[in-house]
């Protein structure tokens, strides 16, 4: 399941990167995480979020062990933020990821 399309690019506010186009009246916006860059962290999200059960995954374009982007995941409340695989470029590997998330079942 893939947030709302009303959810836009938006780091200005160091949130997950996203942030709802229009607040409607009342609604609470949570900053779920802000993303400083280097080893242990991401740095520039990017693309769409993608939610598994309680569960938010998403990619930076920098940050990471070798500062060329992350795969990361947060719940949704905000708590278990972490960094699941951190690009190094080369020929054996990606960098820099872009891009929205796609999924499938086999």
Partial sequence: MRWPRTW???????????????PAA??????LHSFRG???DGQSPEGALFQSGSNLY?????????RDGTIFKVNTDG?????????QGGA???RNPTGRWQSFRE
């Fill in 26 to 31: 009342g609604q609470v916006i949570t900053v």
């Fill in 38 to 40: 280097g080893t242990n």
């Fill in 79 to 87: 708590t278990g933020y972490g960094v699941l695989r951190s690009f």
């Fill in 8 to 22: 836009v690019r938006c780091c200005l506010i160091g949130l997950t990167g996203l942030l709802p186009a229009s």
């Fill in 58 to 66: 998403a990619m930076t374009s920098g940050g990471g062990n070798f």
């Fill in 92 to 94: 054996s590997d990606g």
